[in-house]
């Protein structure tokens, strides 16, 4: 226990977060400059800095593992809260930031173990993209200040908003390329591809980023003669209508309505706790009011016991 209270008080230190941060930026520079200077000393100086970098943040870690109540607590991804609503206990499951980043710097350090040691290993190329990861570390600076965690937090609200989002536009290019295939026979053109539901998703995403959108239509429209130019025309006008226009706009009116909705909700929230406060301030000055009222109550009357004490000894 005494052990873990000093590792604790290691890690609240203000100067264990600032080391860490300088650490951090200073690595995500060296993965920069090994695209500079490159030279076979240079090289093996970033090598050995590597396993310098690897040594620190696998030693962070230790620490941040230990300095938890239990181990477990540091992987715990989701916490269970307890609510009373109306006389009836509720449990409620909320996402915790904590874990999250406690398991993203695990995979990072796993990643980062298994790139250092690539002449261990047969495949050595594919396993050299571990050490890539390191320039993920970087994301940790959004824990340094405030103004950064809350638009990690309000980046984290919209999520389920862009999943719904995204799992429209999946729909409608589904849709569209079994009309596709029907239409245009499974064939394969010169600016696309409608052989398989597959190629046919691809020149759809390809047509929703309106890249040559244009020329993808003229080329079907050229090369299937027995379709009258309407069909193909209005099958990618009303894709390009529904996708690139009308869907990204709503998309867009809808995040700005959540962003809104969350600045004014956490408004709220600051503005109840500002009243609350002082609300406290009101009481608290009340009762030194009401103090005070007793504490010279009393001494009048200890004046007037001491006048009569006073009258009866003369």
């Given at each position: ?10 890690y ?25 200077l ?5 090289q093996l100086?970033?090598?050995y ?13 230790f620490?941040?593992?230990a ?7 540091f992987?715990?991804l989701?916490?269970r ?24 710097d ?5 990643t980062s ?65 079994i ?9 394969i ?18 047509v ?8 993808v ?15 193909v025309?209005a099958?990618?006008v009303?894709f390009v209508?529904?996708?690139a ?5 709503v ?42 009222l ?21």
């Open positions: 226990m005494a052990a873990n209270k000093f590792i604790k008080q290691i609240d230190h203000p100067l264990f977060n600032k080391v860490v941060n300088y650490v951090i930026v200073a690595c995500s520079l060296i993965v920069g400059l090994e695209t500079i490159i030279g076979k000393y240079w100086f970033f090598h800095l590597d396993y310098v970098f690897l040594a620190f943040f696998t030693a962070e870690i620490i941040r593992i300095a938890e109540r239990h181990p477990l607590l992987f715990m989701f916490k809260i307890k609510k009373e609503e109306n006389g009836k206990i509720k449990y409620q499951i909320k996402f915790t930031e904590h874990g999250f980043w406690n398991i993203f695990l995979f990072l350090i796993s173990f298994i790139g250092a040691f690539t002449h261990l290993f047969s495949h050595a190329n594919f396993i050299e993209i571990g050490r890539l990861f390191r320039i993920f570390r970087i994301v940790r600076l959004l824990e340094i200040s405030d103004q950064l965690k809350e638009i990690e937090r309000r980046i984290v609200s919209i999520v389920p908003t862009v999943f719904s989002f995204a799992l429209l536009l999946i729909i409608l290019i589904y849709i569209y390329s009309l596709g295939m029907y239409l245009f026979e499974n064939r053109f010169d600016k696309c591809n409608f052989s398989n539901i597959i190629e046919s998703s691809l020149s759809l995403f390809q929703m980023t309106l890249d040559g959108w244009s020329d239509m003229n080329d079907i429209k050229t090369s299937c003669t027995n379709l009258h130019p309407f069909i025309q099958y990618f009303s209508v529904f996708t226009i009308v869907t990204f706009n998309f867009i009116a809808i995040m700005t309505s959540k962003v809104e909705d969350k600045m004014e909700r956490d408004f709220q929230i600051q503005e109840d706790h500002i009243q609350e406060i002082a609300q406290e301030a009101i009481d608290v000055e009340k009762q030194m009011h009401q103090s005070v007793t504490i010279l109550k009393e001494i009048t009357d200890l004046k007037k016991e001491i006048g009569e004490l006073k009258a009866k000894i003369k």
